[in-house]
């Protein structure tokens, strides 16, 4: 059932994902795709393997659930984040925006908690909320300067 559902959530993404209308150009989609695949992986990684923090379920069908979800899930709502930031002109609606897509994606983090896919060790509900937020910081701040080249390239005109 809940592998079941995760495949679900990950076909809408997808296909929401190509049917929504990009605001980045290519270039900027695929840069954000590798850079949010890295650090996605490593953050979990991190989080997993070294530090055990998380404990992630051996049943594997839950495997694959906690999987598509660090490695399907995450990057392409940050990426439709992305693109769907530069819709709103004020800087308000902007805030308003960005707490509700890391509310929405640490919902999705927190069923998996409650489903028993990953098991907190030492690991607080705010840490997420924290680490998703710097990641969202740098992943703009790296957003924004690979921008910044393609302009000085004269590969992208804004």
Request: charged share 15%; net charge positive.
């Amino acid at each position: 059932m809940r592998l079941v559902l995760f495949i679900n959530i990950m076909v809408v993404s997808l296909i929401s994902f190509f049917v929504l209308k990009k605001r980045l150009s290519m270039l900027e989609n695929i840069f954000l795709l590798i850079v949010l695949e890295f650090i996605f992986t490593s953050y979990c990684a991190i989080l997993v393997v070294n530090f055990e923090l998380w404990e992630v379920n051996s049943r594997i069908d839950l495997f694959i659930t906690y999987k598509i979800f660090e490695m399907i899930i995450l990057p392409l709502f940050f990426i439709s984040y992305f693109n769907l930031i530069t819709l709103f002109n004020l800087w308000w609606k902007k805030i308003v925006f960005t707490v509700f897509s890391l509310g929405f994606i640490y919902s999705l983090e927190l069923l998996l908690v409650q489903w028993n896919v990953i098991t907190y060790e030492g690991w607080y509900f705010w840490q997420s909320i924290i680490s998703l937020s710097i990641i969202l910081l740098v992943v703009h701040l790296i957003h924004l300067n690979f921008s910044k080249l393609l302009n000085k390239e004269g590969v992208i005109h804004r």
